[in-house]
């Protein structure tokens, strides 16, 4: 099973940017499908952006498409989430996750990060 550390959360302003982490770690970095996931409070966690292994295909929530990027370092085991034009319902907590799979979207998500803490102010 791979280990998820995520990084890079913090305060920032609307319209401000955050570059999200996550380091992965105890097997190979290949063949891994590395999502973004998102859980605000009170509400169901949900995927905000995904990328598939080597990297060729991606996937963006239609909430974040256009300031989302998500891409991935495969030499670093590194998944990144470059978030720009941050909105206030961007709060949330943020959760990396991998899965052994060669699609973008898997099924079932095997491995996750503890979270990372986002707080968009108005």
């Known amino acids: 099973q791979v280990q998820l550390v995520e990084s890079g959360g913090g305060l920032v302003q609307a319209g401000g940017s955050l570059r999200l982490s996550c380091a992965a770690s105890?097997?190979?970095?290949?063949?891994?499908?590395m999502g973004w996931f998102r859980q605000a409070p009170g509400k169901e966690r949900e995927l905000v952006a995904s990328?598939?292994?080597?990297?060729?295909?991606?996937y963006y929530d239609d909430s974040v498409k256009g300031r989302f990027t998500i891409s991935r370092d495969n030499a670093k085991n590194t998944v990144y989430l470059q978030m720009n034009s941050l909105k206030p319902e961007g709060t949330a907590v943020y959760y990396c996750?991998?899965?052994?799979?060669?699609?973008?979207?898997?099924?079932?998500?095997?491995?996750w990060g503890r979270g990372t803490q986002v707080t968009v102010s108005s």
């Open positions: 105890g097997r190979t970095f290949s063949s891994l499908a």
């Open positions: 996750a991998a899965d052994d799979s060669l699609v973008t979207i898997p099924t079932h998500w095997g491995s």
């Open positions: 990328v598939s292994w080597p990297g060729g295909n991606t």
